[in-house]
């Protein structure tokens, strides 16, 4: 399974980004996929989660300012990320299950760093 997430980048605060993954390697759409983070000197958090019925849940420092959909069809997971701060700041991840837990799988990161 690989997992390749892509639309980071430097953005001020208060304005938004998208990120983009794309999973492959499994022949069905995941049950879940999601997004963690990892800011400086800290561990990696998830953030949000979508099942494939698009049930999606959110950790609270995010909630009602990112939003979390998929593709199932292309093993796709996107998060739009809105009125962002500085505290926001981190490498973020993808991640699907494997077939034993969510998060089974992480991908590589992409880096979004909110700053005037």
């Known amino acids: 399974v690989q997992l390749q997430a892509s639309g980071g980048g430097l953005v001020q605060p208060g304005g938004s980004l998208r990120l983009s993954c794309q999973g492959s390697g499994s022949t069905i759409p995941f049950a879940f996929m999601g997004w963690g983070r990892q800011a400086p000197g800290k561990q990696r958090v998830l953030i949000a989660q979508?099942?494939?019925?698009?049930?999606?849940k959110y950790a609270d420092s995010v909630r009602g300012r990112f939003t979390i959909t998929r593709v199932n069809a292309e093993n796709t997971v996107y998060l739009q990320l809105n009125s962002l701060k500085p505290e926001d700041t981190a490498v973020y991840y993808c991640?699907?299950?494997?077939?034993?837990?969510?998060?089974?799988?992480w991908g590589l990161g992409t880096l979004v760093t909110v700053s005037s």
């Open positions: 991640a699907a299950n494997s077939p034993d837990v969510f998060p089974g799988y």
């Open positions: 979508i099942a494939a019925n698009g049930t999606a």
